[in-house]
């Protein structure tokens, strides 16, 4: 079992930054991506960022040039840092990652996600 544990998320004015981190945990082999989530109310879950076990990067266009993401492979762990935040990015935000793990009888994909951490972002 891969457990995610996320920590970071607030309440902040617009224009203002956070920063979220997100930590694995478990028997991995090898993590092939990390990423962002969010979901607002009323709204399908969607992808923020994400990032590979070789450093590549994805944003939506909504986030790109404010979000930034970025891992630490040895520590298995991925960090969004948040810049010029709008009302409009108000959100549960999930982390998400994918790979490899061991379990008793042999090697076997996992997908995990964290529980979610509320950003808000209002005056």
């Known amino acids: 079992q891969v457990q995610l544990v996320e920590s970071g998320g607030g309440l902040v004015q617009p224009g203002g930054s956070l920063r979220l981190s997100c930590a694995a945990s478990g028997n991995i082999v090898r993590i092939n991506s990390m990423g962002w989530y969010r979901q607002a109310p009323t709204k399908q879950r969607e992808l923020v960022a994400s990032i590979t076990g070789g450093g590549t990067t994805n944003y939506a266009n909504s986030v790109k040039g404010r979000f930034t993401i970025s891992s630490d492979n040895a520590k298995r762990m991925v960090d969004l840092q948040m810049n010029s935040l709008e009302p409009e990015d108000t959100a549960v935000y999930y982390c998400?990652?994918?790979?490899?793990?061991?379990?008793?009888?042999?090697?076997?994909?996992?997908?995990?996600w964290g529980q979610g951490t509320q950003v808000t972002i209002s005056s």
């Open positions: 998400n990652a994918e790979g490899v793990h061991r379990l008793f009888n042999g090697l076997q994909r996992f997908q995990s």
